[in-house]
C-alpha cells in the first residue's frame, strides 16, 4: 500500500512533466484511488473575449481530471477514449477546481465523472459537469501490432 502523501507527490510529479499543464498553471489538490481533484486558477491568458475562462481551459481541466481518475481506479496507464462536458454558467471567478471520480471501473476501461465549480473567497459555483471513459493503453507488444 502507498502512501498517501507519497501518491500524491507521484501525481504531481507526472503533472510536472505535462508541458501543456505547465504552461496552464494546473496543481494536482487531491489525489487517491479512483478520486483526484485538479485546479487552475483564471489567469487573463486564460480567459476569452468576454472575461470568462476559456472553455478549452475548463475543457482540459475536465479531461485531465477525468483522466487521473480512472488511471488511478484501473492502476495502469491510461489515455481518454472520449468524453462530453456540459458547460452550465460562466467560469469567471478567481480559480477552477476539478474533483473527479470514477463511477465503474472494468480491466480495459472506466468511467469517470467530473464537477467543475469556480471558486472565490470559499464559496465554489458549479460552471460544468463531464463525463468519459478512460481506456487502458495497449501493452507496447499489442500497440505495434
Known sequence: ?????????????VLAKQPFSVLLGAEL????SGRRELAVAIADALK????FAHGGGVSYLA????T?????????PVVTSEYKINYARPAIDE????????VHV????????????ALRGGEEKL????QGTIAKLPDRNEAST
Open 48 to 51: 476569452q473575449q468576454m472575461g
Open 127 to 130: 460552471c460544468a459537469i463531464a
Open 1 to 13: 500500500m502507498v502512501d498517501a502523501d507519497a501518491f500524491l507527490q507521484m501525481g504531481r510529479e
Open 106 to 117: 472494468s480491466r480495459s476501461q472506466a468511467v469517470c465523472r467530473c464537477e467543475l465549480f
Open 63 to 66: 479531461d485531465n481530471a477525468l
Open 68 to 76: 487521473y481518475a480512472c488511471g488511478t481506479a484501473m492502476q495502469v
Open 29 to 32: 489538490m487531491a489525489l487517491e
Open 95 to 102: 480559480r477552477l477546481i476539478a474533483p473527479a471520480r470514477a
